[in-house]
């Protein structure tokens, strides 16, 4: 069956590390996969988004790193700050005629301590 | 620019009943699709539409149907409202083809009693 995992535990970490989440996917064969934060009853806002044949993406303190041999994309929030506190979505966007049909994973829950 | 724009943020509905909820893209946008966010499930896929034609569909029954309209705006109803349905329905838009960046609006809170 088809499954996108994230770590559904909360990741709980000190202002000024790094944070580092993982989205595992199986049975599934992704054009993109995307993160997004969200924060509690907001919409999810969207981050960065890497390409199947892109091994890694940077944006400001974010770093995305795809493998699809691994099927695993790892999520790194650098010099994390208590803003950053939120939960991180992963999505896949499959191959497909085209169009935007978003498949999530259950996000993780980011907590940075000041 | 103006953001995706729901309405109405807050509901709540009665088991049995229908619930239409609206969404306005943002501008020059002509891809909407409808998501649904629950404890339990997460965030999962309803339909998309572009130019007026459902392009894709999740896996929800036919209670849960959606249109848009020439002016790319777009509505979601649910006819016979379960407990179950409770829940944020969120909008998201975007240009419309693979791989550009999809923008949420803040969703419709909907419970149902």
């Known amino acids: 069956s088809q499954k996108i995992e994230q770590n559904s535990e909360a990741l709980n970490i000190q202002e000024g590390k790094t944070a580092t989440l993982t989205c595992n996917y199986t049975?599934?064969?992704?054009?993109?996969l995307q993160w997004y934060r969200q924060d509690p009853g907001r919409g999810p806002v969207f981050l960065l988004l890497i390409r199947e044949n892109e091994k890694e993406k940077r944006k400001e303190r974010l770093k995305v790193t795809f493998d699809t041999t691994l099927k695993q994309s790892l999520f790194h929030i650098t010099a994390s700050q208590p803003a950053d506190s939120a939960t991180y979505l992963c999505?896949?966007?499959?191959?497909?005629?085209?169009?935007?049909?978003?498949?999530f994973g259950g996000g993780t829950r980011v907590l940075v301590k000041p | 620019k103006a953001g995706v724009t729901q309405t109405p943020r807050y509901l709540i509905k009665t088991r049995g009943q229908q619930v239409t909820l609206s969404c306005s893209p943002i501008s020059g946008h002509r891809s909407v699709s409808w998501y649904q966010q629950t404890p339990g499930q997460g965030l999962q896929f309803l339909f998309e539409y572009f130019s007026e034609t459902q392009r894709n569909k999740g896996n929800f029954p036919g209670r849960f149907s959606g249109r848009q309209f020439s002016n790319s705006r777009s509505e979601m109803n649910v006819s016979t409202l379960e407990l179950g349905d409770s829940a944020l329905y969120l909008c998201?838009?975007?240009?419309?083809?693979?791989?550009?960046?999809?923008?949420f609006g803040e969703g419709s809170w909907l419970t149902v009693v």
């Open positions: 998201a838009s975007s240009t419309g083809g693979s791989g550009n960046t999809i923008y």
């Open positions: 999505a896949l966007d499959l191959k497909q005629a085209a169009g935007n049909k978003l498949t």
């Open positions: 049975n599934y064969s992704p054009a993109y």
